[in-house]
């Protein structure tokens, strides 16, 4: 199972809503293939690389457009997607929820 934590969520509306000003339906285009690219970690929890600055084995990341997506494998069957940042944006772990 793959559950976004509040924190990521918020952070998708906003990323939803920054785009939307220029075009809505890229803004629902970009939204949703989030969604449907965090779904196939049901199946490749491993797919996306180790996040870097955090040096951590469950805590990994996959890219979409300028995006990484920040999610934690919290075992075999449960995925938590942690946060979404634009690559340009420096990391640290405070922001993580």
Do not use: C
């Not at 797919?47 to 040096?55: A, F, I, P, T, W």
């Not at 075992?75 to 690559?87: G, Q």
């Amino acid at each position: 199972m793959v559950k976004w934590t509040n924190h990521a969520l918020t952070q998708l509306r906003h990323i939803h809503d920054y785009i939307a000003q220029d075009s809505p339906l890229y803004a629902r285009r970009v939204s949703d293939e989030m969604v449907h690219k965090t779904a196939k970690l049901e199946q490749l929890r491993y797919m996306g690389h180790k996040v870097v600055e955090l040096n951590d084995d469950l805590i990994r990341e996959i890219a979409l457009y300028s995006y990484r997506i920040i999610y934690e494998i919290k075992t075999d069957d449960f995925i938590e997607i942690l946060a979404v940042i634009h690559k340009r944006q420096d990391f640290t772990e405070e922001d993580l929820p």
